[in-house]
């Protein structure tokens, strides 16, 4: 079971920036990929990015491409998302997910596809919340 802890979430005003890190508890050589989602009030939960652990691939929603970055660390076990330009509409409580690396998985994911449905990811961490005052 992989524990992911997210951490770097609190309050900036509009036009600021932040990084969110997400750590897990184990080797990620288990892991196929690891991702960003957040969930505002009242909203779905909202695909964000993803990156693709052995290629270091990554994929973002339109929503925040060109504004937010996301990176890893292998040596941590740990994967960053690095959030600029960031607007009110941003508010809402991130989570780290990973989808567990399998035969399977990897010939799934080829062609540039890549997992960003909720249900396509295994494990979530607790979530950090983020509030961009105007």
């Known amino acids: 079971q992989v524990q992911l802890v997210e951490s770097g979430g609190g309050s900036v005003q509009a036009g600021g920036s932040l990084r969110l890190s997400c750590a897990a508890s184990?080797?990620?050589?288990?892991?196929?990929?690891m991702g960003w989602f957040r969930q505002a009030p009242g909203k779905e939960r909202e695909f964000l990015t993803t990156?693709?652990?052995?290629?270091?691939?990554?994929y973002y929603a339109d929503s925040v491409k060109g504004r937010f970055t996301i990176s890893s660390d292998h040596a941590k076990n740990t994967v960053y998302l690095q959030k600029n330009s960031l607007e009110p509409e941003d508010t809402a409580v991130y989570y780290c997910?990973?989808?567990?690396?399998?035969?399977?998985?990897?010939?799934?994911?080829?062609?540039?596809?890549?997992?960003?449905?909720?249900?396509?990811?295994?494990?979530w961490g607790q979530g950090t919340q983020v509030t961009v005052s105007s």
């Open positions: 997910a990973a989808r567990r690396d399998s035969p399977t998985t990897r010939s799934f994911y080829t062609g540039g596809y890549y997992p960003h449905k909720r249900y396509e990811y295994n494990y």
């Open positions: 990156i693709t652990w052995s290629t270091g691939s990554t």
């Open positions: 184990e080797r990620t050589s288990n892991i196929f990929a």
